[in-house]
């Protein structure tokens, strides 16, 4: 998997992606993270990316020629299955959008700044807009980050367990299941004698029951869905 950010601060986005999994990820091969700098795609002295609305209002608007210019310098070397603009408006990333992207072979990722993009970015070049959460961040990166690891994570290879993912809460739309490891009693908090027994169809059957009972108490409209 191959995944472009277009960004105006590459510098905020690079330290998530040289720690831990991503940047294990990378070293193994498995995806490939390239950021660019949309200031290399302006034309005046002083690399301007936004401007004023027309109409008037507050806060400045990302101009659509950079973007674009962006945009088509990179399909210009290969096909992207998706161009995702993170937006507080986008539908809500989960873990079924995070299932989905995985299996993409290369995605362009657009972080938005300031009031957004110009409008005419997500009419005629964006094909998908995601959110993290509602609420407003100063600028798109760390939802860009967000959504990478959610993604990167479920690609064979990068996780230890190739199991791991797959019984993650949201799979199936369940949360996750209690889980524990030693030592067996703390304090006199106890693990269930059950989790010792060795019969694992009934410790599997624990688990769902534990994950549905969870589900109803903490989310109960994933059991709608």
Sequence with gaps: MRIDIITVLPELLKSPFEASILKRAIKAGLVEVHFHNLRDYTTDNYKSIDDTQFGGGAGMVMMVEPIDKCISALKSERDYDDIIYMTPDGETLNQSIANQLSL?????????????????????????EISIGDYVLSGGELGAAVLCDAVIRLIPGVLGNET??????????LLAPPIYTKPREYKGWKVPELL???????IEKWREEQAYLRTKERRPDLLDD
């Design 104 to 128: 993409k072979e290369n995605i362009i990722i657009l972080c938005g700044h300031y009031k957004g993009v110009d409008q005419r970015v997500r009419d005629h070049l964006i094909t998908r």
């Design 196 to 202: 010792f027994g060795g019969n694992f169809p009934q």
């Design 164 to 173: 791991s993912a797959l019984t993650d809460s949201f799979q199936d739309n």
